[in-house]
């Protein structure tokens, strides 16, 4: 269990004095804390403060982390340090039970993880056809019987500990015929026979999140898939994440996004000091489910916005169906007009992964700036290169080229890149500035820079290049470095920061 640091700046610190659990960490404010950079896990607000206080409290408070009481008058600066931090109101007699029972809700780390096809095992039952797709799906068509039987089961077990919860999210489709049920058991730490019966969870109860509490003793939880009737079943993957008890995914305050096809999107806003710009992060590659680029983000003082997705294995790039798709346009705009901005108001950014969502969804919103990092692009590329020149170096292009490019063949190849340059070239960018980081010698997509340079004929548009020596993956400090550089040249010149 993470120690939880709960900061209260407060008069009466001592009426807070309470036998909290080991892992909670209260600590008054005081003026050495001026000038700190630390986060606290949770900051209690229980008096009036000065500029100066409020100075040090938006850098070491979360967003979604404040919590004001009913012990003070609010003027103009608390005021405005709960807005910074979306603070939540609670009155002073409920402190202490609210740090008891939801403190631990608001551990510092964050993690989730996918368990992919490879780590499903068929029940020795099934008598019908099995097929695996790569990293992105198993498929099973036959008759599963007239009453439920185990189907499949992931074949490593997930930890969960002591004052722990567990948020499941099964990603599947089926044919009408096939009823389905999540089965989990948990087993107790030490034990090879203490087995305890947690549920079966139905199709209903499958359309929202499976929260798994653990209050007591640590173990395992072994999940497995039921099945009855007959058709075809993709089994996609199962997700599990250190869940928060419905205080945010992944990060307190984070939010997710779900498509009729039972595909995520995950976003993170943090309003920063409400003023222009809004600055888009797309999530690179990554196994470990979360956000990317939090602290990096936050350092910038504008609002910002973290965006990730974790459909194959690392990513999906961020194309998807016209839903998908659809959904994420929307998204970005919520925000925008959230904080009452224009396009010309937005930047969009990512590294690696993270340039395909900034310049494929920069195609509908026409941002002031695009801020990229060894950018992608023609994702047929991508997958090409896996059989020479990268083997066996990146087997979710693979993946990519099956499932959007639709085959494995050269045409699809062609398919998969123009799904991204057609976009780019009916796209008018006379009010969008590029800026972009890229790799000389980049082994997943070496054309990506200089075919920007020809396929962009908008009157007006900037393009600002520097290129390093190396492959994708041999210098990604010095691309951050100059990432991180451009950004803060763009807020301070064009935005006045």
Known sequence: MDNIKVLFVSDNFHSYDADYPEWIEAVQWTDDLIGSKDYFDIVILDRNINEVEENTLIRITKAYCLLYTDGFSKNAIETDLINRKLGEFISQKGVVDYIKTRGKDYFGH??????????????????????????????LEGNYGDDFSQTVY???????????????????????????????????????????????????????????ENDDIPGSLFVSLKAKGAG???????????????????????????????????????????????????????????????????????????????????????????????LMVKIINKYLNKLSFYPEQLILSGISMGTIGS????????????????????????????????????????????????????????RLNDRFWRKIRKTNFGRTKFVVSYMYEDDYDSTAYGKLLEELNSAGVQVYGKGLHGRHNDNTAGIAAWFKGQYLKILHEDFDR
């Open 110 to 139: 964050v993690y989730g993880e996918k368990s992919n096809p490879k780590d499903v095992s068929v029940a020795q039952s099934f008598k019908g056809t099995v097929k695996w797709f790569g990293q992105y799906r198993v498929s």
């Open 154 to 212: 992931w074949r490593y077990n997930t930890p969960i500990e002591e004052n722990q919860a567990l948020d499941f999210w099964l990603e599947y489709k089926k044919d009408p015929g096939i009823e389905i049920k999540l089965d989990i058991k948990k087993i107790v730490t030490g034990s090879l026979s203490d087995i305890y019966e947690i549920g079966e969870f139905d199709e209903e109860q499958l359309k929202s999140e499976i929260c798994i």
């Open 232 to 326: 075809k079943l993709d089994v996609i993957a199962l997700h599990a994440r250190h869940s928060r008890r419905g205080l945010g995914t992944f990060m307190v305050g984070g939010e997710r996004y779900v498509t009729s096809e039972r595909e995520e999107i995950f976003t993170y806003f943090d309003p920063g000091d409400y003023k222009p710009p809004l600055a888009v992060y797309f999530s690179g590659y990554k196994t470990r489910e979360g956000f990317e680029g939090y602290n990096m983000m936050r350092k910038m003082g504008c609002p910002f916005l973290l965006i990730a997705e974790q459909r194959l294995e690392g990513g999906g790039f961020y194309y998807g169906s016209d839903e998908f798709e659809s």
């Open 359 to 414: 310049m494929y969804y920069g195609c509908d919103l026409m941002p002031h700036a695009m801020i990229l990092g060894k950018p992608l692009a023609s994702l047929g590329d991508i997958a090409a290169n896996e059989r020479l020149k990268r083997p066996n170096g990146f087997p979710t292009s693979l993946d990519m080229l099956q499932r959007y490019g639709h085959g494995m063949d050269d045409a699809s190849i062609e």
